[in-house]
Nanobody
Framework: QVQLQESGGGSVQAGGSVRLSCAAS????????VAWFRQTLGKERGFVAG????????YADDSVKGRFTMSRDSAKNTALLQMNNLTVEDTAVYLCAASIRFRFVIAPSPSVYEIWGQGTQVTVSS
């Protein structure tokens, strides 16, 4: 099965942009639906955006719709999360997750994803 590694996190001012990458290795990445979740201390992981294995279907949570866009680059075995117009409330650890069962339908529940990356911190300051 694939392994995931996130990158691209860091500190940014409110209103700025960050692009996160989720690099996959060890398997056929297109066989997996992929999603980004985020988590802050003491809170459960929350769904941010997901994309189907083919890359044709993408869905973003209402809290980020219009600001965040997810895509995937099959040639590079990566999934990207472009985050624009960031607010302080977007500060969190962002985690990439993959599911071979849910590669056609985007699932917002973290429990269906069997593979997780380590996460990358995004800090937005006012």
């Amino acid at each position: 099965q694939v392994q995931l590694q996130e990158s691209g996190g860091g500190s940014v001012q409110a209103g700025g942009s960050v692009r996160l990458s989720c690099a996959a290795s060890g398997g056929t990445f297109s066989n997996y639906g992929v999603a980004w979740f985020r988590q802050t201390l003491g809170k459960e992981r929350g769904f941010v955006a997901g994309i189907s294995g083919s890359g044709l279907t993408m869905y973003a949570d209402d809290s980020v719709k219009g600001r965040f866009t997810m895509s995937r680059d099959s040639a590079k075995n990566t999934a990207l999360l472009q985050m624009n117009n960031l607010t302080v409330e977007d500060t969190a650890v962002y985690l990439c997750a993959a599911s071979i069962r849910f590669r056609f339908v985007i699932a917002p529940s973290p429990s269906v994803y069997e593979i997780w990356g380590q996460g990358t911190q995004v800090t937005v300051s006012s």
